[in-house]
C-alpha cells in the first residue's frame, strides 16, 4: 500500500465533512472516502488507523457504525485472521434501501398524525398533510428509481 497523497486525502476529508453535515461521525465520513479511493480495495483495522491516522478503536466505532447499512463490508481474507472492509459492490443501493424504508415510517407517523388532528381546523393539519404527501410520493417514487439504476447497464444486483 502506498501512502496516499495530498489531493487523496483532501478528497476523504471533503466527503467525511460533507457526510457529517448529514448527521454522521467525521471518522465514520472519513472511512467511507478512503474505501471509496484506497488500493486495495480491502483495508484492514490497521491500516484504516495508520492512514487516517486515527485509533484503531476509533475504526472499531466507525466500521461498526457503516455495516448494518450494508454501504461497508467486513471480508475475511484466507490464511489471514484479521478482518478486512470495503465498500460493497451494491452498497451505496443497499444504503438507498434502508433510507426509503424510513421514508415508509415516517409516512406512517405523519398519517398517525392527521389521525390525532381529525377534528383540527385545515390550518392546523396543513404543515402535516404537506409532509404526508410528501413522503407518500417519495414512497412511491424511490423505489421506482432506484429499480431503473439497477437496471441501467445490468446493474441488476440482488
Known amino acids: 500500500m502506498s501512502e496516499p497523497t495530498e489531493a487523496e486525502l483532501a478528497f476523504v476529508d471533503d466527503l467525511a465533512v ?16 478512503w474505501l471509496l479511493i ?4 480491502e483495508q484492514s483495522a490497521a491500516a484504516l ?6 485509533s484503531r478503536s476509533s475504526i472499531g466505532s466507525a466500521t461498526r457504525m457503516l455495516t448494518p447499512s ?9 490464511g489471514h485472521r484479521q478482518e478486512y472492509f470495503r465498500i460493497a ?3 451505496w443501493s443497499r444504503m438507498l434501501e434502508r433510507r426509503y424504508a424510513q421514508t415508509t415510517r415516517f409516512r406512517q407517523v405523519t398519517e398517525r ?3 390525532a388532528l381529525e ?5 392546523r393539519r396543513e404543515r402535516l398533510e404537506n409532509v404526508h404527501e410528501l ?3 417519495l414512497e412511491t417514487e424511490l423505489p421506482a428509481m432506484l429499480d431503473r439504476w439497477r437496471n441501467k447497464e445490468g446493474k441488476n444486483t440482488p
Request: charged content about 25%.
Open 89 to 91: 459492490a451494491d452498497g
Open 18 to 33: 460533507f457526510f457529517e453535515h448529514e448527521g454522521m461521525p467525521l471518522i465514520a465520513g472519513r472511512v467511507i472516502g
Open 135 to 137: 413522503y407518500g410520493f
Open 119 to 123: 377534528e383540527a381546523s385545515p390550518e
Open 70 to 78: 450494508g454501504l461497508v463490508e467486513g471480508v475475511r481474507k484466507r
Open 113 to 115: 398524525g392527521l389521525t
Open 49 to 54: 488507523a495508520e492512514v487516517l491516522q486515527v
Open 38 to 41: 484506497c488500493d486495495p480495495p
